[in-house]
């Protein structure tokens, strides 16, 4: 009868060891998986970063653009009343010819703002890829916590379905 005693003993205590160890790997995955969801996270937050840097100098240069195109139309304004004036001609020629550096500045600047709108709608198209694809990289899979009750439990099940313990026990 002791032997059933120390069967019970020995499957309690290795029950007891399993639990614990299954506890602490289902702990450690937790962490593991925490940890990697923070660098993809971190990962994500360093490519918005740089799509942001991006992102100013392209408005830098497209409004230094839109300066050298507002500059580039009064010197031509100013380059054609002077030849204008040099030559003594006034009228509608010289208004034609204003109206038409006018024009061609309006069409520029257009131009100018479509590429900007187009170079913004490019940077936002990144920023959701990025936020996309470290969505799809992020583990979300459930990782249980082990019941030592079932480790228990089980013990005493194969404590009890030893056929030598049965007998001892009077159960058959």
């Known amino acids: 009868m002791w032997w059933v005693a120390a069967s019970a003993a020995l499957n309690m205590l290795s029950a007891g060891q399993q639990a614990k160890a299954d506890k602490a790997q289902a702990n450690a ?23 942001t840097t991006n992102q100013i100098l392209a408005s830098n240069a497209l409004s230094n653009q839109a300066f050298e195109l507002r500059r580039e139309s009064i010197f031509t304004r100013a380059r054609v009343e002077a030849s204008a ?7 509608r020629s010289v208004n034609l010819s204003i109206r038409q550096v006018m024009g061609n500045s309006a069409r520029r600047e257009v ?3 479509e590429d900007f709108r ?4 490019g940077f936002e198209q990144q920023r959701m890829g990025v936020a996309m694809q470290a969505a799809m ?10 019941k030592s009750s079932s ?4 013990a005493i099940m ?6 030598g313990n049965q007998k001892a026990l009077g159960i058959t």
């Open 85 to 91: 004036a040099a030559a003594g001609v006034k009228g």
């Open 118 to 121: 187009t170079t913004m709608l």
């Open 111 to 113: 131009e100018r703002q």
């Open 137 to 146: 990289q992020k583990d979300y899979s459930y990782i249980p916590q082990p």
């Open 151 to 154: 480790y228990y439990l089980g």
């Open 158 to 163: 194969n404590t009890l379905s030893n056929p």
């Open 29 to 51: 995955q937790r962490a593991w998986q925490a940890y990697s969801n923070k660098m993809i996270d971190l990962s994500a937050t360093v490519s918005q970063n740089a799509i």
